[in-house]
């Protein structure tokens, strides 16, 4: 998965309210989204004028850092800016996540049902969230976890072509460690196929320890790492 591909696949599967060009940088307006829609992004090489000019123009004083991107890391932690939130990206082919589930472990939908945003909303997910969702245009669905017979996690899953993105996996805090992350994990990549997508990527903060070994068990594959500047 090339980092091109990966950024196609993020902002199409998580998409900004709004997006614009200004000189060799792409700024977004993430409607209060969150950091990924949210952060402006360099597409070349830039002069201090067009740095300057982008960030005046930032709705958010936020840059994301993607491979490459050593000149512009450089220019912002001149600036003064600090690093945020490293990110590491997983992906697997969807057959290799696919499995068998017990009735009801993982229950795919659209719109989300208003257990799954109180779920969401427990995790800090809010309406803002939600309204990325919304705006993904390609087939979605929300997918609600169960331990014990009880509703205990969410997580919303994307496709754009043959590609498929999980994003905004929340588990009760009181029901970690039981296995669910794995199963809404399996249920996305159960949904993808069923959407033809050949696979499925994720990203997550570096210092999410548990998700990323979790997702390493799972045979998924490190295909990219970013970070955030802000200012």
């Known amino acids: 998965m090339t980092p091109a591909l990966l950024a196609d696949v993020m902002e199409a599967t998580w998409p900004p309210l709004r ?24 597409e070349g090489s830039f002069t201090p004028a067009e740095l300057d ?43 290799a996540l696919t499995a068998d589930l017990p009735g009801l472990t993982a229950f795919p ?16 997910i809010g309406p803002g969230r939600i309204a990325v969702m919304d705006r993904a245009a390609g087939p979605k669905a929300a997918l609600l976890g169960r331990v014990g017979d009880r509703p205990a996690g969410v997580a919303f899953v994307a496709c754009h072509g043959t590609e498929a993105m999980v994003h905004a996996l929340e588990v009760q805090d009181a029901r970690r460690r ?30 999410n320890t548990a998700a990323c070994a979790l997702y390493a068990r799972l045979g998924m594959e490190v295909v990219g790492q970013y970070h955030y500047r802000m200012k």
């Open 178 to 207: 039981q296995g669910l992350g794995r199963n809404l994990l399996h249920a996305a990549a159960n949904w993808a196929e069923q959407q033809g997508a050949s696979r499925l990527s994720l990203v997550v903060t570096r210092q």
């Open 19 to 42: 997006r614009w060009s200004l000189g060799p940088f792409t700024l977004r307006d993430g409607g209060g989204g969150g950091k990924r829609v949210s952060a402006a992004s360099s």
């Open 109 to 124: 939908h659209w719109p989300p049902l208003e257990i799954a945003r109180a779920l969401w909303a427990e995790g800090g």
């Open 53 to 95: 000019a982008a960030v005046a123009a930032m709705p958010e004083p936020l840059m994301l850092i993607r491979a490459g991107d050593d000149a512009l890391d450089a220019s912002l932690a001149d600036r003064g800016w600090r690093v945020v939130d490293p990110v590491i990206a997983y992906a697997a082919p969807v057959s």
